[in-house]
């Protein structure tokens, strides 16, 4: 069956403009979760959804937000953007809440704000 | 308070020698360990996992790592390696309130001709 799918693969923004990235969960999957990853900072969680609803938060600022839709796919949106928002965003899907239940990661979106 | 810590961010070593990639976790509630490999361009996948049990936990690709509660270790091996295994490895503490992963730094495995 497919994998997580992550659109766009690569996106370059300007300073100020925000941005809509997409994640598509695997089929039956319905909880989602989202990362930023930078050389400086690592792996760091930013939210999870499951059901349509924001399960957990990571310590990101307002600018960061998210949704997901009754087909589990989910959004993350970030607002004004900043030359430190340049990352590989990653989403992983998995069919329940739980850490017990295995995530599949998406090949991730890299976005270059400049 | 959840943490891990990779010692090592860089390790080279020859085809066909054995490694080991260490990984000591700080958890003040039940432990669920994680080892995710992640090749150039990739998303994360995962090797292995620690939920209860066995404190052996053996992986795909020849991996295996082993949980030491005493030493709060979970260090990962591999007896002996090939050029496919270069690639970032990633250990991660898993919380049990919901699918939130705390990732160590990374381990970059270069495995030498």
């Known amino acids: 069956k497919a994998g997580v799918t992550q659109t766009p693969r690569y996106l370059i923004k300007t300073r100020g403009q925000q941005v809509t990235l997409s994640c598509s969960p695997i089929?039956?999957?319905?909880?989602v979760s989202w990362y930023q990853q930078t050389p400086g900072q690592g792996l760091q969680f930013l939210f999870e959804?499951?059901?349509?609803?924001?399960?957990n938060k990571g310590n990101f600022p307002g600018r960061f937000s998210g949704r997901q839709f009754s087909n589990s796919r989910s959004e993350m949106n970030v607002s004004t953007l900043e030359l430190g928002d340049s990352a590989l965003y990653l989403c992983?899907?998995?069919?329940?809440?739980?850490?017990?239940?295995?995530?599949?990661f998406g090949q991730g979106t890299r976005l270059t704000v400049v | 308070a959840q943490s891990v810590t990779q010692l090592d961010s860089q390790v080279p070593v020859f085809e066909e020698a054995p490694v080991e990639l260490r990984c000591n976790y700080s958890?003040?509630?039940?432990?669920?360990l994680f080892w995710y490999v992640q090749y150039p361009n990739q998303g994360l996948q995962l090797l292995l996992k620690?939920?209860?049990?066995?404190?052996l936990v053996k992986g795909i690709n020849g991996f295996e790592a082993e949980f030491n509660k005493s030493q709060t270790s979970f260090h990962l091996r591999k007896p002996s390696v090939h050029i496919s295994d270069t690639a970032e490895y990633f250990c991660a503490v898993g919380s049990n309130t919901g699918n939130q992963f705390y990732f160590g730094t990374g381990t970059s495995l270069t495995v030498i001709p």
């Open positions: 089929s039956g999957h319905r909880s």
């Open positions: 620690y939920l209860s049990g066995s404190t």
């Open positions: 992983a899907s998995s069919w329940a809440q739980g850490i017990r239940t295995e995530a599949f």
């Open positions: 958890s003040s509630v039940s432990v669920y």
């Open positions: 959804y499951f059901s349509e609803t924001q399960r």
